[in-house]
């Protein structure tokens, strides 16, 4: 506290970030990221970027990113828009294209993010909750909204929307924007990109920190219809002309080309949760049917916060939400094999002594 604070400052409940331990040796299955490293042809490009060339401003609106990524996707580069991770995309949404004068509608079991940006820029919310099996129910948004946003997967539960779903939404709520975090959409959900030349009030958010395994380079885009880009650009060039660096923006296009290395790792992740459901149920978990690299589990006779609790006494992190309806459940991500046999391991213990 300061008395120096803006009365804005002073309301702020600012997000909490997962854990990133200082110390190499944890088992880190608490953020979601990718458990191996990214494709090798993203350092070989960041190698070849000449140190010189860091002594000027990068390109303000990184074409070269938007154009490979507007191509991969079979959009046009004034479809696309960057930012430094689809959090500050995110932010910037909530400010260029959601309605302060009505409530902006998300899930009440989401990504805790969307609450923050909402008191930081302003805005009214509504949250609508999931239905009892923890599935999104778009049926029940109501049409009188500031805008509507999801993730699909949702996060933390990992059950994804068909696309059919989200069109019918689409094509009912058309005074606002529908926003679809796609943060997870490559582990198996149906991207909604085929739609966004057909609705002009759909924007896409994806990411290359989880799929990609870049978390560390900080790199996320929009996709939506040229006038909604243009508002985001709006918001960017308000607020920073150069949210993406030369090294993120070169390592960013050569994470984009290697198709092969994107499918074998994406396949790789998605067996390993295969079976990773699988040694949860063996051990008596109910698991949410998961189309993330994550899993959401609880055990019938086991508190979360305290399962949680022994997992880390044995190196394991893993996500614990103190929030109603999940207070008890765990959020696992997905790892390696090994990640995956020592938290089974790890959880078979804990539930022996208990
Ligand atoms: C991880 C995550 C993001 C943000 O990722 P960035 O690293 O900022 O690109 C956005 N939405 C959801 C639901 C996420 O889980």
Redesign the pocket.
């Known amino acids: 506290m300061s008395r120096y604070w803006s009365p804005l400052v002073e309301q702020l409940s600012p997000y909490v970030p997962g854990e990133q331990p200082g110390r190499e040796t944890f088992i880190k299955l608490n953020t979601?990221e990718l458990p191996w490293p990214p494709s090798p042809r993203v350092l070989e490009a960041v190698h070849g970027v000449g140190g010189g060339s860091l002594r000027l401003y990068p390109d303000p609106d990184n074409s070269r990113l938007r154009e490979a990524w507007a191509k991969r996707e079979g959009l046009l580069p004034e479809q696309v828009f960057l930012g430094n991770?689809?959090?500050e995309v995110?932010a910037h949404v909530f400010r260029a294209l959601f309605d302060p004068r009505r409530p902006v509608l998300f899930p009440d079991i989401t990504?805790s993010f969307f609450p923050v940006y909402c008191a930081l820029h302003g805005l009214k919310y509504q949250t609508i909750p999931l239905a009892e099996n923890f599935g999104i129910e778009l049926g029940a948004y109501p049409a009188a909204n500031g805008g509507v946003i999801f993730?699909n997967p949702n996060?933390p539960t990992g059950m994804a929307l068909p696309r059919a779903e989200i069109e019918a939404l689409l094509a009912a709520n058309r005074e606002s924007v529908v926003v679809v975090?796609e943060?997870?959409v490559d582990f198996g959900a149906e991207t909604c990109l085929p739609l966004v030349n057909h609705y002009d009030n759909l924007l896409v958010v994806q990411?290359l920190?989880?799929s990609r395994g870049l978390?560390g380079l900080?790199v996320?885009a929009a996709f939506g219809q040229a006038p909604l880009i243009e508002g985001l650009r709006r918001v960017k060039n308000s607020f920073n002309s150069y949210p993406l660096g030369r090294l993120a923006e070169t390592g960013a296009v050569a994470a984009l080309e290697d198709e092969a290395w994107f499918l074998s790792s994406c396949a790789r992740l998605t067996g390993n949760r295969t079976s990773l459901f699988e040694g949860l149920l063996s051990l008596d978990f109910q698991v949410l049917p998961s189309m993330a690299n994550f899993l959401l589990a609880r055990h019938p006779r086991h508190k979360g916060r305290a399962l949680s609790a022994g997992l880390r006494e044995r190196g394991i992190l893993v996500r614990h939400f103190q929030l109603p309806r999940i207070s008890d459940h765990l959020r696992i991500s997905v790892g390696a094999q090994e990640h995956c046999h020592a938290l089974l391991e790890g959880l078979g213990k804990i539930l022996q002594e208990e």
């Open positions: 979601n991770g689809s959090d995110l990504y993730p996060a975090d943060a997870y990411t920190s989880k978390a900080r996320g």
